[in-house]
């Protein structure tokens, strides 16, 4: 029977255009520059779509409900994965039981496929509720779940992974993972478990290792003192924040060792560490609020640190204190390659090195600075960037900028007009 005008024309108006026949390889290119999100809405109007498998998924969940909405549709994505980003991924404590099971049996056949994970190289996970809703948490608890929901057998399956980032209360549910070459692992309770070596040697192809804490809560170094920790020869570069173990043993002399911690951490743990320090190439170091404000001259503890090519010292968030710098020991840092300082008020003194390539120096309010030999730190810097609100101008200072004007290199510096500045 011929359709009537009202009809046809009935028709006409509630008909979608199909998405065009494109190969699935232009479709994965035009997905690389949406969001996840953005994705999931456009590519609901069609049937191809909506069962195409994307390779690289960002998804965060901001409650229980929009986790688990999140989890039912990973499940069926998971074998196309070659990058996964999960962000406030929910734990089994969140959820009642019924929905957790439900949860489970969703992503069983997922799992179970043989192409599930197959293609899967890199995995970043946090784990759990929001920063405010933890620390509401461990208030009245005094616990938090370890591991994600299903995230133990993702990582089982992902038999390719190569690199793992995991903010999380513990580690203690990983499974061995062979082929991973770069770890981040970020635990939200101290101390760190023991098991932390352990799990180390069950990962032979680990290239690159980073562990931190957060440490606002503590207040002395005997707050963050870890276990023993063990590197395998395997690793390559050790990166450790607010993170001092009462034992770190390399098993390799070619590992090199970067550390970020409050100045008292850091010191009293290299104290410890006789055999590290010289492979400790990297230090970054911060005064906290209520520490009292230091001046190092001559930086009394420096020979702990007399292998360290890059050298770092930064302002702790809210801290009002300022450093003074003056003489910084030519013999103990004659392997300085790059020094970077950031505070409020800043008085320093920039020795004469030969390798001293990289300066930075970024104050907020006032900038006292003098060279040892001008001549010298001008000819040998390659990258060099001054920042400050007030700056106080000495001899050294005129015959650094006259030796570069010579040599015709650029420098950068910036007055900052709004002084003081909040940092």
Not at 91 to 96: D, E, F, G, I, R
Not at 372 to 377: I, K, N, P
Not at 383 to 407: K, M, W
Request: glycine share 6%; proline share 6%.
């Amino acid at each position: 029977m011929p359709l009537t005008r009202s009809k046809a024309a009935k028709v006409k108006q509630t008909t979608r255009a199909p998405a065009p026949h494109l190969p699935d390889e232009l479709w994965h290119r035009i997905a690389g520059f949406l969001s996840t999100k953005d994705w999931v809405g456009a590519s609901g109007s069609c049937r191809h779509l909506r069962q195409l498998q994307l390779e690289h998924l960002n998804i965060t969940a901001t409650s229980a409900h929009g986790s688990i909405s999140a989890l039912l549709w990973l499940a069926k994505q998971l074998p196309g994965a070659r990058s996964l980003v999960l962000g406030g991924w929910i734990v089994k404590s969140a959820l009642q039981q019924e929905v957790a099971d439900k949860v489970r049996i969703a992503m069983q056949p997922a799992l179970q496929s043989p192409e599930a994970l197959s293609k899967l190289s890199i995995l970043r996970v946090q784990l759990g509720p929001s920063d405010d809703e933890r620390a509401k948490r461990m208030n009245s608890t005094g616990d938090l779940p370890h591991m994600g929901i299903c995230l133990g057998p993702i990582l089982a399956k992902a038999t390719r992974l190569s690199k793992l980032e995991l903010a999380c209360v513990s580690a203690a549910g990983l499974p061995p993972l062979a082929n991973l070459r770069h770890m981040a692992l970020h635990l939200f309770r101290f101390p760190m478990s023991d098991r932390i070596s352990t799990l180390l040697q069950n990962m032979p192809s680990l290239e690159t290792l980073q562990l931190s804490h957060s440490s606002a809560s503590h207040d002395s170094y005997g707050d963050h003192v870890e276990a023993m920790l063990v590197v395998p020869a395997s690793v390559q570069r050790v990166e450790l924040v607010n993170v001092f173990p009462e034992s770190l043993v390399l098993n390799s002399d070619r590992t090199v060792v970067r550390l970020i911690g409050a100045v008292c951490c850091l010191e009293e743990a290299l104290m410890g560490w006789p055999d590290v320090r010289g492979q400790l190439k990297g230090l970054r170091l911060y005064q906290r609020a209520d520490e009292i404000p230091y001046s190092v001259d001559p930086m009394d503890e420096s020979h702990l640190w007399d292998h360290v090519e890059v050298l770092q010292f930064m302002r702790a968030p809210a801290s009002p204190v300022d450093v003074e710098l003056h003489g910084l020991p030519v013999a103990s840092l004659g392997n300085l390659t790059s020094l970077h300082v950031t505070m409020a008020n800043l008085c320093i003194t920039i020795p004469a090195l030969p390798g001293l390539k990289d300066l930075r120096l970024d104050c907020a309010r006032t900038l006292c600075m003098s060279f040892e030999d001008a001549r010298v730190c001008a000819e040998n810097l390659v990258g060099f960037e001054f920042v400050f609100a007030v700056i106080c101008v000495d001899d050294t200072i005129s015959a650094f900028f006259a030796t570069l004007v010579t040599a015709g290199k650029p420098c950068a510096v910036q007055q900052d007009a709004e002084a003081p500045r909040e940092s």
